[in-house]
């Protein structure tokens, strides 16, 4: 297959619209909920949240001219991004903010790529992000995580049928979202708390609308 093969391919994937069927829609959802519920599967879905927490915090950091210095990942699914620059209080603030709001962020807009019909668009653009991530991980064991993300994605984005291409679209938007709100669960005493639950609650339902108000009923 030649690069422009390749680039072919790429472009009618990113511009191509898809009609999702109830089942592609919702039988994601149903994963993703034991997925959610099974600690031992938590435990694995949640390095994807944590990649986005971190990269969260990243961008934000950037966005406010401060210096990000890396992304590191443990096998406990915690995570630790260093920045520096200024130490006002609202820069650092935000930051701190972005984390536990960024995968349920991220996950409205996923559920509006796949609203608008661009479900193969989104598991390209996911590819993308991870690579992005991948130039600030600083340790070992993050680095392993999101090479292995890029390949699981990539391997789905290009090889896999359009059936599981639209259902892994779809799991990655419930997963992004409602996986927000079961990270915010597991907070403890954090002053943050109550606007943690309202943002991924409100993502939550928004997203839901948007994936499942294509579907239902139509």
């Keep these: 297959m030649s690069i422009g093969d390749i680039i072919d391919r790429l472009w009618a994937d990113v511009t191509s619209h898809v009609v999702a069927t109830q089942t ?7 994963a993703v909920v034991v997925a959610l519920a099974v600690p031992q599967l938590w435990h694995v879905v949640r390095h994807i949240i944590t ?5 969260g915090h990243a961008t934000v950091a950037a966005l406010l001219g401060r210096e990000v210095r890396g992304i590191r990942l ?4 915690s995570g630790l991004t260093t920045h520096a620059g200024s130490t006002k209080r609202l820069p650092l603030a935000l930051t701190a903010f972005a984390g536990y709001t960024a995968p349920a962020v991220v996950g409205v807009g996923a559920a509006a790529l796949l609203h608008f019909g661009h479900a193969f668009a989104l598991l390209w653009v996911a590819v993308l992000l991870l690579v992005v991530v991948l130039v600030q991980i600083r340790n070992l064991y993050g680095f392993v995580v999101v090479v292995l993300a890029i390949g699981a994605f990539g391997w789905l984005a290009w090889s896999a049928l359009d059936a599981w291409r639209v259902g892994v679209a779809y799991g990655v938007a419930w997963l992004l979202l409602l996986g927000a709100v079961r990270a915010v669960v597991e907070l403890h005493g954090s002053v943050w708390v109550a606007l943690f639950w309202l943002v991924t609650v409100a993502c939550a339902l928004g997203g839901a609308w948007f994936m499942v108000g294509t579907v239902v009923g139509g």
């Excluded at 592609?24 to 149903?30: E, G, Q, R, S, T």
């Excluded at 990649?51 to 990269?55: K, L, M, P, Q, T």
């Design 51 to 55: 990649i986005v927490h971190e990269a």
């Design 74 to 77: 443990h096998a406990d699914t």
């Design 24 to 30: 592609a829609a919702l039988w994601p959802l149903a």
